[in-house]
């Protein structure tokens, strides 16, 4: 099964930017469908943007369109989350998953998000 971890989180103003990353050592990365969820205090968990195995399809919460991309670059076994102009409400924990998947989209039925880093803290100060 595939293990991944998260790095790049940290404390910004908002307004400000950060890049997440998601990477493994499994070079099968391609053969799942990547996420970024996250979670803040209190609050379920929210998807807030996933990818293909291919990186041609991606998916985004209302919330951040505009504002996040997700990339992945299958060469280098890593997942990307570019976040600019970001908002208090962004904080959270961040969390990249994988789906087993070589389908064409990255979410709904049949993608099963079953492989967890451990996740990386976003604090975003007014």
């Known amino acids: 099964q595939i293990q991944v971890a998260e790095s790049g989180g940290g404390e910004v103003q908002a307004g400000e930017s950060l890049t997440l990353s998601c990477t493994t050592s499994d070079p099968d990365f391609d053969d799942y469908s990547m996420g970024w969820f996250r979670q803040a205090p209190g609050k379920e968990r929210e998807e807030v943007a996933c990818?293909?195995?291919?990186?041609?399809?991606?998916y985004y919460v209302d919330s951040v369109k505009g504002r996040f991309t997700i990339s992945r670059d299958n060469t280098n076994l890593t997942l990307y989350l570019e976040m600019n102009s970001l908002k208090p409400e962004d904080t959270a924990m961040y969390y990249c998953a994988a789906a087993p998947s070589n389908g064409a989209g990255c979410r709904g039925y049949g993608y099963i998000y079953e492989y967890w880093g451990p996740g990386t803290q976003v604090t975003v100060s007014s």
């Open positions: 990818i293909n195995w291919s990186g041609t399809n991606s």
